[in-house]
């Protein structure tokens, strides 16, 4: 089956800076991959996906990259804020009718 | 009411006690999960259901009994519970068993 994995488990950084969280994926038919962010406390929530056609996507501060070839999927989050503290969730799956898997997600603290 | 709805929010129990935890969602999804997060750990699958029927059992032990009577309705069914069953239980929905999925806000569960 998939197997999803995410490095680093833990990333700081400054305010201001961007970060980038990537993840590993071992299903060469995947060919779906979301993000889900969930603060503490709170639900993970979807905040960006991309679909194995496409190799970015974007959405305001945040984008998505693949690598079909590597089988890896990275988030981007350009001028960090603090509120961009929270854990962060890649999934993958290959499609509708399977199943998706989750990697262990990756804690992001933004430094005031 | 939208999205997918958990109650109780927050559930403390003895060891001895039976309770359930509901979810409903509203979104017209045919997948329905139940997750177990514990602190600083990644989300845990415990079930899936599609159309009500159950399609996934992560060897969980079988004070937890999961009940799905629509395909817009979860439960799920707890006795004997032992301390270390304290958590957070999240359901999630999803269109196809590949797609994203939904979460509700989850129940924190306290087993005394």
């Known amino acids: 089956g998939e197997n999803v994995e995410q490095h680093p488990s833990t990333l700081s950084v400054q305010e201001g800076d961007s970060a980038v969280i990537k993840c590993t994926y071992s299903d060469s038919a995947s060919n779906y991959f979301p993000w889900y962010k969930q603060e503490l406390g709170k639900r993970p929530q979807l905040i960006i996906d991309i679909r194995s056609n496409v190799g970015e996507k974007k959405d305001q501060r945040i984008a998505v990259t693949l690598n079909k070839t590597a089988k890896h999927f990275s988030l981007h989050i350009t001028e960090t804020q603090p509120e961009d503290s929270a854990v962060y969730f890649c999934?993958?799956?290959?499609?509708?009718?399977?199943?998706?898997?989750f990697g262990k997600g990756i804690t992001l603290s933004v430094r005031p | 009411e939208t999205g997918v709805t958990q109650t109780p929010r927050h559930l403390v129990m003895g060891m001895t006690n039976k309770k359930s935890l509901k979810c409903e969602q509203h979104?017209?999804?045919?997948?329905m999960y139940w997750y177990k997060q514990s602190a600083k750990k990644p989300l845990e699958l415990m079930f899936v259901?599609?159309?009500?029927?159950?399609?996934e059992n992560n060897s969980v032990p079988s004070r937890f009994s999961p009940e799905c009577p629509n395909s817009s309705h979860l439960f799920l069914h707890l006795h004997t519970l032992q301390p270390e069953d304290s958590a957070l239980y999240l359901c999630?929905?999803?269109?196809?068993?590949?797609?994203?999925?939904?979460f509700g806000p989850g129940t924190r569960l306290t087993v005394l």
């Open positions: 259901y599609n159309f009500k029927e159950q399609t």
């Open positions: 979104l017209g999804h045919n997948a």
């Open positions: 999630a929905s999803s269109q196809g068993g590949g797609a994203s999925q939904f």
């Open positions: 999934a993958a799956s290959r499609g509708a009718n399977s199943k998706l898997t």
